[in-house]
C-alpha cells in the first residue's frame, strides 16, 4: 500500500545508488481501525550495511486525515547485496467511510492522498533522517 514510501532511500548517507524493486504487499490484516500489512521488496545495495531503525506518517486525503503509519520493526539491509527484505506495517485509518469508498487496491487511488512523514537509518555511527512532505501515495509506489 502506501508503504512503498518506506523503502525510498536515495541520497543515502552519500552513499552509491540504493535499487529498491519488486515492491509488494504480502498480506494485510484489518481489526478495527487497525490494518496490519506485510510488505516486501528486493533491495540492491552497494554500499555498507544499514538499518531502517524508524519509519512512519500519516496519509491525508487532501486536508482530511485519512490513516496514520508506523514500520512495527527495525529492518536491517546487508552490506553489498541484493535480496529480498520484509517489514510490517501498521496503519490506524481515521477515515472509514474513505477506505470503503477508495477500495483496497492502492494503485488505482487518486493522487489526493498524500503521505507526509519520515524514515530514519543508522550505518555505523553515522544516523540520518529522510522527511516527505505531502508526496502523493501514486507517485511514492510508482518510483519503485
Do not use: H
Not at 548517507?13 to 490484516?29: A, C, G, L, M
Not at 491525508?60 to 527484505?85: C, D, V
Amino acid at each position: 500500500m502506501l508503504l512503498g514510501g518506506l523503502f525510498l532511500l536515495s541520497a543515502c548517507v552519500s552513499y552509491q545508488d540504493i535499487e529498491v524493486k519488486d515492491f509488494s504487499i504480502d498480506n494485510f490484516s484489518m481489526q478495527g481501525t487497525k490494518i496490519l500489512v506485510d510488505i516486501s521488496a528486493v533491495v540492491f545495495n552497494p554500499n555498507r550495511a544499514f538499518v531502517i531503525q524508524e519509519a512512519g506518517g500519516e496519509l491525508n486525503r487532501g486536508q482530511q486525515p485519512f490513516a496514520t503509519a508506523q514500520l512495527l520493526e527495525a529492518i536491517t539491509i546487508g552490506a553489498k547485496s541484493e535480496q529480498r527484505y520484509s517489514g510490517q506495517l501498521q496503519l490506524t485509518v481515521k477515515d472509514m467511510m474513505a477506505l470503503f469508498q477508495m477500495g483496497t487496491n492502492a494503485q488505482s487511488w487518486d493522487n489526493s492522498l498524500l503521505f507526509t512523514g519520515d524514515m530514519r537509518i543508522k550505518s555505523g555511527m553515522v544516523k540520518k533522517k529522510f522527511s516527505y512532505k505531502e508526496m502523493p501515495l501514486n507517485q511514492l509506489l510508482n518510483s519503485l
